[in-house]
């Protein structure tokens, strides 16, 4: 089993930045690819960024490109997600996930685990 534990949402203005991070337990981290999603109310869950189990390989969401960023470091456990530039549409509860696999994919349903969501607001 692993456990997942988002934390650094909040508030923040518009133009503004956050980062999140993503606390897993389990000694298999390392081996697993990681993802973060959003679901903004009323909305379905969306893809936002992914990254391998070595953290060499990356993808985004198109809408995010250039001011988001995801990282991780495999001896503290933790996956991170840098937001620059945040506009109010990216509101939304933000979710860590873990793919038993070596490389990420866009669809929620390839993973496995997942965190309880941080709730992040853009105000305009």
């Known amino acids: 089993q692993v456990q997942l534990v988002e934390s650094g949402g909040g508030l923040v203005q518009a133009g503004g930045s956050l980062r999140l991070s993503c606390a897993a337990s389990g000694r298999t981290f390392g081996n697993y690819a990681m993802g973060w999603f959003r679901q903004a109310p009323g909305k379905e869950r969306e893809f936002v960024a992914t990254?391998?189990?070595?953290?060499?390989?990356?993808y985004y969401l198109d809408s995010v490109k250039g001011r988001f960023t995801i990282s991780r470091d495999n001896a503290k456990n933790t996956v991170y997600l840098q937001m620059n530039s945040l506009k109010p549409e990216d509101t939304a509860v933000y979710y860590c996930a873990a793919r038993t696999r070596l490389y990420g994919s866009t669809w929620s349903n390839d993973y496995d685990y997942w965190g309880q969501g941080t709730q992040v607001t853009v105000s305009s």
């Open positions: 990254i391998s189990w070595s953290g060499g390989s990356t």
